[in-house]
């Protein structure tokens, strides 16, 4: 079966030159860190991990952070191959990090990569313009991530934003759900509150006819995702993060046509995500088949 990772990264998608670190090699993951407790527990019992979260923030941000260091274009080709991964989605978070063009240029050594284009609203660029050139060189969706850059999804620029990406009518990808990526004195880079769902249902009822992907299921806020999101058409949803159970709930609320498996690797590791896929579609190999490959074909064309 061919699987198709709906969300990950590559490059230093949290400081400047992230892109820098994509062709280097031999740089090491670790096996062991804060969040692989989660992962090893296929991320059951939620609200127990949410208050691990909470209590050792500084220390699982700690571990994001060096997880991001670690998106190689060498790393990630292992992890896929390992997984038996065919495609993955490769997220810019913000382009003055890691740019279209670099994941291009990665594309170009490794046809696995799916590159989406994203944006940095700090400069005075013609969207139209940008986009145009974006799809045209292999963009297969938007990605918008309100938290780290720090732009509201009811911010009147992110509907310009949108409103120039839907022509092309590939998907708009955004963060969902409160997360953090800073502690101490870098806690300003970041604005965690707009990762709250009502935001996310603001944007999505004022486009309905953009297709939109709520990235993570909402993390811990997946309940808000399907009690504000569930009810909207143009809404899909992918797994990283979520357990069986929450993955069978999204299935019920959103349909099976519209769930996504996705790793959202580094920051996650693609096997424990494909674990929880599968035992959440029960020995069901067309949902199976559904979500882990024809769902995100048919969204990104």
């Not at 699987?3 to 740089?27: C, K, M, V």
């Not at 990526?181 to 009502?198: A, D, L, N």
Request: glycine letters at 6%; charged letters at 25%.
């Amino acid at each position: 079966m061919k699987i198709i990772d709906a969300h990950s990264h590559l490059g230093d998608n949290q400081y400047p030159h992230g892109e820098d670190i994509i062709e280097q090699t031999g740089i090491k993951q670790k096996t062991i860190d804060s969040i692989a407790i989660a992962e090893t527990l296929q991320f059951k019992f939620s609200r127990f991990n949410h208050l691990l979260y909470k209590m050792f923030k500084p220390i699982v941000v700690r571990d994001t952070i060096n997880r991001c260091k670690t998106a190689t274009r060498e790393n990630m080709r292992q992890s896929m191959d390992k997984a038996g991964v065919s495609y993955t989605v490769c997220l810019p978070i913000s382009l003055n990090f890691v740019s279209f063009d670099a994941l291009v240029a990665a594309k170009e050594k490794d046809p696995g990569i799916i590159p989406f284009t994203s944006v940095d609203h700090t400069k005075d660029d013609d969207y139209n313009q940008v986009y145009a050139s974006h799809v045209k060189a292999g963009a297969k969706g938007l990605k918008l991530h309100p938290i780290l850059q720090k732009l509201s999804l009811t911010d009147k620029k992110t509907f310009n934003i949108v409103e120039a990406f839907a022509p092309y009518e590939l998907p708009v990808l955004f963060h969902c759900g409160i997360t953090y990526y800073y502690v101490g004195k870098e806690k300003q880079k970041q604005t965690p509150e707009y990762g709250s769902i009502h935001y996310a249902e603001t944007l999505v009822k004022s486009f309905p006819k953009v297709n939109f992907i709520a990235g993570h299921s909402g993390a811990y806020q997946v309940r808000d995702v399907i009690n504000l999101l569930g009810k909207y058409k143009n809404v899909w949803v992918d797994t990283s993060f979520q357990s069986a159970s929450c993955i069978r709930k999204l299935i019920r609320t959103f349909g099976p046509e519209k769930v996504l498996y996705a790793s959202d690797w580094p920051y996650g590791r693609r096997i424990p995500a494909i674990m929880a896929a599968k035992s959440a579609c029960r020995g069901d190999t067309h949902l199976e088949k559904a979500i882990f490959h024809d769902n995100a074909a048919k969204l990104l064309k």
